[in-house]
């Protein structure tokens, strides 16, 4: 495999080598220096594929990790985005499609009363953080084992295994991690609503708020228990803390309302991006009154230089009024295909050893004996070196997915688009077990 790969993958490789000279790692974001052979370079993307320096078409299944819902390219949406570039591309100050933007969002996101947009989600979730500490005077933070809510130091412990198993104190995600900001965390195990009520207990007088992804996609794509996201709802009214919901991957893509409308759950702040922009840019910051007023009245700062950029703005609300068109049918055609994707996919790993759960318009798939993955240990426990051979075996079939597990689906893939790749994945599959036959 590797012989085919050096020779497929070559001008690829070279750029890589060439990267590697001038930028750390040759990649601009750690997510992408474990490359399946190399870190990957493309030259194009269209619609559900993307090309590779080598001229390889491939179907594409990571979706720039997420945020290209409509797809690469998508034309309505890049003429969007010129003709508010010809209109300027900066002004730091408002314009027109920002508030038309914010009205939109305000109209479909049940806890949006108020809203602030930023450029990244990082930013955004130290944003709702800070707004929930001013609001009730209190420093600690719950937030839960496995769930990223971006790199930034605040929130970067217990993303990733071992983290503290035997409630001990929150693990750092790596090197450089301010120990001193340990103390303000308190990190739980997902699904676990008799942990949070027991911290909340003894605790609840210093939480300014429980963050969480309404579903736990960065670790397994972990869907909540039955009531679980009711009873954080009750647990923070009881205690006067605020409940965040990190909808970075949830929003627009589960529904046009995000988890908090597919779930009936409203949480008080929560923040979007990634769909948000279809490739652009582009977070939102949306709370109720109470929680945004800092801001409002200067007890808070957020701020960005980029922030409500013109071209993201336009990205935004053509993503928006596209995925809100004939009743939302870019949304159900997603989740249409992606069920069927991830049904299929489940059928064969039901013979090859391939775990498969999710919603649908993002899954997660993984080799593990376990028929069923429950929290972030056990996201740990699959058969890594397995994944790894399926992902290469994958992308010499001609079909790219994320290392780690998690599959979306965009608008512009198609019925045949989900046939054929179920036909690769199968030959990939038997590849895989092959190689590890005796």
């Avoid at 299944?61 to 997420?66: A, D, E, M, N, V």
């Avoid at 009520?197 to 039955?226: D, L, W």
Wanted: hydrophobic fraction near 45%; include cysteine; glycine fraction near 10%.
């Amino acid at each position: 495999m590797e012989g085919i790969a050096a020779e497929r993958f070559a001008a690829s490789r070279a750029w890589h080598e060439r990267a590697r000279r001038v930028l750390a790692g040759g990649v601009s974001s750690q997510f992408r220096a474990a490359g399946v052979f190399h870190p990957m370079h493309y030259v194009r993307a269209e619609g559900a594929r993307v090309w590779d320096a080598d001229g390889s078409e491939l179907l594409d299944y990571t979706l720039s990790q997420g945020p290209c819902i409509l797809g690469h390219s998508h034309p309505e949406l890049l003429t969007r985005v010129e003709a508010a570039l010809a209109r300027g591309q900066l002004y730091a100050g408002q314009h027109e499609e920002e508030v038309l933007l914010a009205e939109a969002l305000q109209r479909l996101l049940p806890c949006a009363e108020r809203l602030r947009f930023a450029s990244t989600g990082s930013e955004a979730a130290q944003a709702c953080i800070r707004l929930a500490r001013v609001v009730t005077g209190r420093q600690r933070i719950i937030k839960f084992d496995g769930h990223y809510h971006g790199w930034l130091d605040s929130v970067a412990f217990n993303v990733a295994p071992p983290g503290n198993s035997a409630g001990g104190p929150p693990v750092p995600w790596c090197g450089g991690i301010a120990e001193s900001v340990a103390a303000d965390l308190i990190c739980l195990p997902w699904n676990d609503l008799d942990a949070v009520r027991q911290a909340m207990a003894r605790h609840g007088n210093e939480v300014a708020a429980i963050i969480t992804e309404p579903v736990m996609c960065n670790q397994g794509c972990i869907e909540p228990a039955p009531g679980f996201l009711e009873g954080l709802r009750e647990v923070c009214d009881a205690h006067g803390s605020a409940l965040i919901f990190d909808e970075i991957i949830t929003g627009f893509r589960l529904d046009i309302g995000g988890a908090q409308a597919y779930f009936g759950v409203t949480p008080d702040l929560a923040l979007f991006g990634k769909a948000l922009g279809s490739g652009f840019p582009i977070a939102a910051i949306a709370g109720r009154a109470r929680w945004i007023a800092p801001l409002e009245a200067g007890a808070a700062y957020h701020a960005g230089t980029m922030n409500g950029n013109n071209a993201c703005v336009a990205a935004a609300l053509a993503t928006v009024e596209i995925l809100e068109r004939d009743d939302c049918a870019a949304l159900r055609h997603i989740a249409k295909l992606g069920g069927a994707l991830r049904d299929g996919l489940a059928r064969l790993g039901a013979k090859y050893g391939l775990r498969v759960q999710g919603p649908g318009p993002m899954f997660h798939t993984g080799f593990s004996g376990l028929k069923r993955a429950t929290e972030y240990r056990h996201i740990a426990a699959d058969d890594r070196a397995a994944y790894q051979a399926f992902c290469r075996a994958m992308l010499l079939q001609g079909v790219r997915v994320i290392e780690r597990g998690l599959w979306y689906v965009s608008a512009a893939h198609t019925e045949a688009d989900i046939a054929d790749t179920l036909a690769r994945a199968e030959t990939a599959l038997e590849a895989v077990v092959a190689a590890q036959r005796p």
